[in-house]
Protein backbone atom coordinates (compact mmCIF):
# COMPACT_ATOMS: atom_id res chain seq x y z
CA UNK A 1 0.00 0.00 0.00
CA UNK A 2 1.18 3.51 -0.63
CA UNK A 3 2.39 5.47 2.47
CA UNK A 4 2.71 9.70 2.09
CA UNK A 5 5.01 11.66 3.48
CA UNK A 6 4.33 15.38 4.15
CA UNK A 7 7.49 17.96 4.93
CA UNK A 8 8.19 21.42 4.36
CA UNK A 9 6.33 22.73 6.91
CA UNK A 10 7.55 25.43 9.80
CA UNK A 11 6.89 28.84 11.63
CA UNK A 12 6.92 31.98 9.49
CA UNK A 13 5.72 35.44 9.65
CA UNK A 14 3.06 36.40 8.01
CA UNK A 15 3.52 37.73 3.92
CA UNK A 16 6.68 34.39 3.75
CA UNK A 17 6.85 31.67 2.07
CA UNK A 18 6.71 27.72 2.06
CA UNK A 19 6.95 24.80 0.33
CA UNK A 20 5.66 21.80 0.93
CA UNK A 21 6.40 18.07 -0.45
CA UNK A 22 3.88 14.55 -0.52
CA UNK A 23 6.42 11.75 -1.21
CA UNK A 24 4.85 8.87 -2.10
CA UNK A 25 6.00 5.25 -1.42
CA UNK A 26 4.45 3.97 -5.07
CA UNK A 27 2.47 5.96 -8.18
CA UNK A 28 0.98 8.77 -7.16
CA UNK A 29 -2.91 8.70 -7.79
CA UNK A 30 -4.42 10.71 -10.78
CA UNK A 31 -5.99 13.34 -8.99
CA UNK A 32 -4.35 14.21 -5.71
CA UNK A 33 -4.78 16.87 -3.00
CA UNK A 34 -3.80 18.94 -0.46
CA UNK A 35 -5.68 18.98 2.83
CA UNK A 36 -5.53 20.84 6.16
CA UNK A 37 -6.60 20.69 9.62
CA UNK A 38 -6.47 23.43 12.09
CA UNK A 39 -6.75 22.74 16.03
CA UNK A 40 -10.56 21.89 16.68
CA UNK A 41 -11.87 22.23 13.17
CA UNK A 42 -12.87 19.74 10.32
CA UNK A 43 -9.99 18.99 7.86
CA UNK A 44 -10.42 21.05 4.42
CA UNK A 45 -9.41 20.50 0.93
CA UNK A 46 -7.10 23.40 -0.14
CA UNK A 47 -6.05 22.36 -3.41
CA UNK A 48 -6.64 19.36 -6.24
CA UNK A 49 -4.31 18.36 -9.07
CA UNK A 50 -5.06 15.92 -12.19
CA UNK A 51 -2.59 13.58 -14.00
CA UNK A 52 -3.15 16.87 -16.79
CA UNK A 53 -2.11 19.50 -15.05
CA UNK A 54 -5.31 20.78 -14.11
CA UNK A 55 -5.73 22.21 -11.01
CA UNK A 56 -8.09 23.94 -8.50
CA UNK A 57 -7.88 25.70 -5.02
CA UNK A 58 -10.16 26.65 -2.35
CA UNK A 59 -11.78 30.21 -2.20
CA UNK A 60 -9.48 30.97 0.66
CA UNK A 61 -5.76 29.90 -0.81
CA UNK A 62 -6.48 31.01 -4.56
CA UNK A 63 -4.21 33.20 -5.87
CA UNK A 64 -1.48 32.29 -2.88
CA UNK A 65 -1.07 28.62 -3.16
CA UNK A 66 0.37 26.54 -5.74
CA UNK A 67 -0.50 23.05 -6.55
CA UNK A 68 2.03 20.45 -8.26
CA UNK A 69 3.28 17.47 -9.21
CA UNK A 70 6.51 15.08 -10.64
CA UNK A 71 5.09 11.87 -11.28
CA UNK A 72 8.88 10.72 -11.74
CA UNK A 73 9.76 11.25 -8.31
CA UNK A 74 5.77 10.19 -6.95
CA UNK A 75 5.56 13.46 -5.11
CA UNK A 76 3.04 16.74 -4.91
CA UNK A 77 4.19 19.93 -3.47
CA UNK A 78 2.34 23.04 -2.31
CA UNK A 79 3.75 26.38 -3.22
CA UNK A 80 2.48 28.45 0.01
CA UNK A 81 3.05 32.42 -0.58
CA UNK A 82 1.59 35.56 1.47
CA UNK A 83 0.60 32.88 3.97
CA UNK A 84 -1.35 34.10 6.59
CA UNK A 85 -2.11 33.64 10.39
CA UNK A 86 -5.27 31.77 9.12
CA UNK A 87 -3.64 29.08 7.34
CA UNK A 88 -2.23 27.85 10.44
CA UNK A 89 -3.04 23.93 9.92
CA UNK A 90 -0.96 20.49 9.94
CA UNK A 91 -1.35 20.12 6.28
CA UNK A 92 -1.59 16.55 4.22
CA UNK A 93 -2.33 15.16 1.31
CA UNK A 94 -3.75 12.64 -0.23
CA UNK A 95 -6.07 11.43 -3.13
CA UNK A 96 -9.73 12.86 -3.90
CA UNK A 97 -11.82 12.65 -3.64
CA UNK A 98 -11.96 9.42 -1.80
CA UNK A 99 -9.14 8.65 0.17
CA UNK A 100 -7.50 5.83 -0.86
CA UNK A 101 -3.70 6.08 1.18
CA UNK A 102 -3.55 5.99 4.68
CA UNK A 103 -3.21 9.72 5.87
CA UNK A 104 0.52 10.65 6.83
CA UNK A 105 1.65 12.25 10.03
CA UNK A 106 1.30 15.58 8.27
CA UNK A 107 3.34 18.82 8.47
CA UNK A 108 2.70 21.23 10.66
CA UNK A 109 2.17 25.05 9.51
CA UNK A 110 2.55 27.93 11.40
CA UNK A 111 1.81 31.63 10.62
CA UNK A 112 3.05 34.21 12.56
CA UNK A 113 1.09 37.68 13.11
Known amino acids: QVQLVESGGGLVQAGGSLRLSCAAS??????MGWYRQAPGRQRELVATITNGGGRNYADSVKGRFTISRDNAKNTVYLQMNSLKPEDTAVYYC?????????WGQGTQVTVSS
Open 26 to 31: GNIFSV
Open 94 to 102: NTYPTYYYP
